[in-house]
């Protein structure tokens, strides 16, 4: 039986984001504009609205859908902003990022997941304003830069200084900073030439590699 992933979507967004709190109504819509299941791989695809991140092969899992809205919320976009994601995966959090934003570079380490999240975005008919790079994002891009916002999802040691570099004023960055298994959810706000930094939450993700990653 093909499952209704329509009601899994709706049934998502109410018991796992509304529920803990993600408020922002066009983040909401975004989470239920996207399927998902497009995203992930076609052996895992029944669990593609559980509550908990999903493998995506390469050792790389899409974030828990929990994570991917708080992550998004936290960037507080508009719809005229750039953004720059660091960690592409399978190009669903970059997905959900260009219903929220005028414009998303994706940049993601591991050519075949880069070719494969280009794929889903394409089939999905989500590629026009996004563009999927394959390099090392730990330096961010500075072919694109200066950024609106710039979304991180991979665990970093320390949050790379070419990132704060590359962020406009004002801008948002989010990013997981911490040790290789558990990290805190970072916001740092650039405004009026100043920083100012919070911790969201707890978090685990997947080892930043690169050179302002994970050796
Ligand atoms: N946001 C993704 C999942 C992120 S998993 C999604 O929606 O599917 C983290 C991803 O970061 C992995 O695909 C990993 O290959 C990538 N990554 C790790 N270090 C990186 C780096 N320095 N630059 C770019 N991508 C990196």
Not at 47 to 64: A, F, K, L, M, N
Not at 100 to 112: G, K, W
Not at 127 to 149: F, L, M, P, T
């Amino acid at each position: 039986m093909i499952p209704d992933w329509g009601a899994e979507r709706q049934h998502m967004v109410d018991r796992q984001l509304r529920r803990r709190g993600i408020r922002s109504a066009r983040v909401l819509n975004a989470m239920l504009t996207i399927p998902r299941e497009e995203f992930v791989p076609v052996e895992s695809r029944v669990c593609s609205y559980r509550d908990e991140p999903v493998q995506i092969g390469y050792g790389q899992t899409i974030s828990q859908p929990y994570m991917i809205a708080l992550m998004a919320e936290l960037l507080e976009l508009t719809g005229t902003e750039t953004v720059l994601e660091v960690g592409g995966g399978s190009g669903y959090h970059a997905a959900v990022l260009g219903v929220l934003a005028a414009r998303v570079i994706s940049l993601e380490l591991i050519p075949a997941l880069a070719r494969q999240a280009q794929q889903n975005l394409l089939r999905t008919g989500r590629a026009s304003n996004i563009q999927v790079v394959c390099g090392d994002g730990s330096q961010g891009w500075r072919e694109g830069a200066a950024y609106d916002g710039i979304s991180v999802a991979a665990g970093a040691p320390a949050v790379p200084p070419a990132l704060v570099e590359q962020l406009k004023d004002p801008g948002r960055l989010v990013i997981p900073v911490g040790a290789r298994a558990d990290q805190e959810l970072r916001v740092i706000v650039k405004s009026g030439g100043r920083l100012e930094e919070r911790v969201a939450t707890g978090c685990r993700f997947v080892p930043l590699r690169g050179d302002g990653g994970w050796r």
